[in-house]
């Protein structure tokens, strides 16, 4: 069967040999690497195509050029912030090299680091190193025509060079991402370029570099050799089936092995129109091998959500955060550098947006040098921000206007024969000496990656600080003031560090690779551990950070995952494994029937609302091993449950004194809250002890990703030593499912999680406020109810509060 012919057929079926979520540096190697391999291959990426020409320039489609489809904007930009830092990444077919800078630097040799100790405890640990990506750098270079800055007489780059020599430090024309000269000719802006052998699957022709600093909005003429003019080009090419607008939502394995996805399509008619999430129809489709490829955010975000799905799965989820040592400085007001010298022109709108690289050298490198090592590389930008700098330049903007509306108005009044205003004009533009003697500058390097990332409330969050990074930004922001005073200028910090906060465009870890489940989420080749074919190939699975660019180091790693996963024998047929891991309940016996009673009066119903609050651990299976465990690692799990009994008169009579729950669960570590589907409560059950009482709850869940999960748990009402009745009404032992788990299912079922949650009084008290009754017989309906709840309570802890004399 040929590919096109493979395609189309799992396609229709909604099954393949590998899905691949995102197509960014990971996503868009692993594709196409697998898809020459013979592999069917599925490319989900939540964001749409870009070909040249799309990308936003005017303030209007600039305001709508950020991604949150729920509110309507399916733009390119994706902006999250944290308590410590924000972070930049994109949305799009292509992925990060969309807006990235296009440097592809190898991480350094002696950058690898084993067992580094950390700050906090614990230790950062590479289990690869350069010999075993060497290989694999160079496919990547090669396919993305990974070239240095050609052309000599670029002012910034020329200050940077001269910089770095009178500093003393090394500085390189880094390789880039970028056309800049058709093949074989010299580099000459705007040229054609030819088109691969294996197409392009946008279409349209693509010119060389037009140096316009714009390689971080989008380049609008095909000039970067980004992931979707490359990698996604050549997999559609070997019949990868190339999704864009699908955004994943969950997965969860399948009985037999293999994987199935779930996921959302954005319709590009609600692009401007809110769309909440909740309402979109699930897709979905089924895999031998699934590869998270949405950056550091992204699987590590979707490894959250679905943690229910993925029993024992290492500790390390989460952990290993870092910003890649991003820092932002500006050099402003720049001279020639001797006394009295005018300024200096950086025109740094011009070329692409990062020509040269200076490296500071590390302690690990053994040449004497101290500390943690980094990189200042020269940040351009478009030239309409030469046109913002200048307009924000008050006072100097306000002169000139003033003299040139003096000299209009003298010449109109006096009659003056000059009719020729260029030079006016010119003065009224001024020099421009602010925006042509500034430079931005982008630091890099080997930050702490002590960060965590987790859920909290469901949303996705990162505890990463600066404190134990303080000397590395402080050494970076050393260097930055060197080069500025070298060029005779200013440096100033960007507004953000004032607060102690960074902006990141290269977030790494959250899944991090290691030797054995307690280091890593992640083996060297990006294999979930414990999950046969789960695999993380982006920067989540970097255990640290990598000092350089580490574009190119992400497409390194997935290219030698993927020559791993080829010499393997093939995995059995998705199709194979039998349907859904669920077991939904059907009725287990209820007493809130709708039916009108025997004498055909509408029954009372009754209910209340329940809220419990208290700890949970993955991976265990006692309540009171969980709640420790939980509470050490701050897991919470709360419910809010209103218990509903349809027919009061019925539910008092039917022993099991069964009601129906409805509400939602909150635990982050399930993937945030989870709405009840069914529930079921019972009040009392008795069983051969006729001194113990058990009220019983069984809450059917889905997590957000779309695996079915059941909340079981028992309040053990007994009478033992002291008095107890308070916190055996109040404290409900829980533990967490796989799969709807129908009444005496449970010990067949894999336990996920267990704990202990609570009443608290003062929710106690508003559980009191909660009582309504509705029907014919309102009042009798509330004293039928008490006199039950309280007999039964009377019926155990009666002989502890009778008088002597009145006890058998």
Request: with cysteine; proline share 8%.
């Amino acid at each position: 069967m040929t590919q096109e012919r493979r395609r189309r057929a799992h396609a229709a079926d909604d099954e393949a040999d590998v899905v691949v979520v995102g197509s960014g540096f990971g996503g868009s190697v692993a594709a196409y690497r697998l898809a020459a391999g013979g592999h069917s291959v599925v490319v989900l990426e939540r964001g749409k195509p870009y070909p040249p020409g799309s990308f936003a320039r005017t303030p209007a489609a600039m305001a709508r050029n950020f991604w949150d489809p729920s509110e309507g904007l399916h733009g390119l930009f994706d902006i999250w912030s944290f308590r410590g830092l924000e972070g930049v990444v994109s949305s799009g077919l292509g992925g990060g090299s969309l807006i990235y800078a296009n440097v592809l630097l190898r991480k350094d040799e002696k950058w690898f680091v084993r067992e580094s100790p950390l700050p906090g405890g614990g230790y950062e640990n590479w289990p690869i190193g350069r010999a075993d990506l060497d290989p694999h750098y160079a496919e990547v270079e090669r396919m993305l025509g990974a070239t240095p800055y050609p052309y000599r007489d670029t002012p910034k780059t020329t200050a940077m060079r001269e910089a770095a020599d009178r500093l003393g430090l090394r500085v390189s024309r880094p390789p880039l991402a970028v056309s800049f000269a058709a093949d074989g000719e010299d580099p000459v802006p705007g040229t054609p370029l030819p088109e691969p052998a294996y197409g392009n699957l946008h279409g349209l022709p693509r010119e060389t570099c037009r140096l316009t600093g714009e390689c971080d909005l989008g380049c609008n003429f095909g000039a970067k050799n980004t992931l979707d003019h490359t990698y996604l080009s050549a997999a559609r090419h070997h019949g990868a089936d190339i999704r864009t607008r699908c955004e994943v939502r969950g997965f969860a394995p399948r009985p037999g092995g293999g994987y199935e996805v779930r996921y959302v399509v954005h319709d590009p008619a609600r692009e401007g129109h809110r769309t909440p999430t909740g309402r979109l129809p699930l897709h979905r489709i089924r895999c031998r091998r699934l590869v998270l490829a949405a950056g550091a955010f992204g699987s590590t975000y979707l490894l959250l959500r679905n943690r229910s799905a993925l029993p024992g799965i290492g500790s390390a989820l989460g952990g290993r955060f870092s910003g890649n040592g991003d820092l932002l400085g500006l050099v402003l007001n720049a001279t020639g550098g001797s006394a009295g010298s005018g300024p200096r022109n950086l025109a740094s709108s011009t070329g692409p947006v990062i020509t040269s690289a200076i490296r500071v050298g590390d302690a690990l490198d053994g040449d004497g040098s101290t500390g943690r090592g980094y990189y200042v590389e020269d940040a351009g930008y478009p030239a309409f921000v030469d046109w913002l700098a200048e307009a924000a330049q008050v006072p100097g903007d306000l002169r000139r206007t003033a003299r040139f509306v003096l000299r209009r108005l003298r010449s109109r009044l006096g009659g003056g024969p000059r009719s020729n205003i260029s030079a006016a004009l010119a003065l009224l533009l001024g020099p421009a000496v602010f925006s042509g003697s500034s430079l931005p500058l982008l630091g890099m390097g080997r930050d702490v990656p002590d960060g965590r990332m987790s859920l909290r409330r469901g949303y996705l969050d990162v505890d990463w600080t600066t404190l134990t990074s303080r000397a590395y930004f402080e050494r970076v922001r050393r260097t930055m003031a060197d080069v500025a005073g070298a060029l005779g200028g200013e440096f100033h910090d960007n507004p953000l560090w004032w607060s102690r906060r960074v902006i990141t465009v290269h977030p790494l870890g959250g899944a991090p690779m290691g030797r054995h489940p307690a280091e890593g989420v992640c083996d060297a080749y990006g294999e979930v551990f414990g999950h046969p074919g789960l695999y993380v190939l982006d920067g989540a699975a970097l255990p640290g950070p990598v000092g350089a660019n580490p574009s190119l180091t992400i497409a390194a790693c997935a290219d030698r995952a993927c020559t791993r996963i080829l010499e393997q024998p093939r995995a059995p047929s998705a199709a194979a494994s039998s349907p859904g891991p669920a077991t939904t309940a059907t009725g287990t016996g209820t007493a809130t029937a709708t039916a009108a009673a025997s004498d055909g009066e509408r029954p009372t119903s009754l209910s209340f609302t329940e809220e419990m609050k208290g700890y949970v651990a993955l991976d265990v299976t006692d309540p009171e091993e969980g709640r420790a465990l939980g509470r050490t690692r701050g897991q919470r799990l709360m419910f809010r449950l209103t218990i509903t009994a349809d027919d009061v008169d019925r539910f008092v009579a039917d022993p099991r004194h069964q009601a129906a729950a409805a509400g939602h669960v909150e635990c982050d570590v399930l993937g945030g809250r989870l709405p009840v589907e069914a529930g079921w409560f019972n009040l009392f059950t008795r069983d051969d002890d006729p001194s113990r009482r058990r009220m019983l709850y069984r809450l059917h869940l889905r997590d957000p990703g779309g695996t079915p999960l059941t909340l079981v748990g028992h309040k053990e009402v007994h009478d033992g030593p002291g008095f107890d009745v308070w916190s055996d009404t109040s404290t409900l032992y829980v533990r967490m499912l796989a799969g709807h788990v129908p009444e005496g299912g449970d010990a067949q079922a894999p336990v996920l999680a267990a704990g202990v949650i609570v009443i608290l009084p003062a929710d106690f008290a508003r559980q009191l406020t909660s009582f309504r009754a509705a029907g014919p017989h309102p009042t009798r309906a509330l004293a039928s109810f008490g006199r039950l709840f309280l007999g039964e309570l009377w019926d155990v802890y009666g002989s502890r509060l009778a008088p002597a004399r009145e006890r058998p």
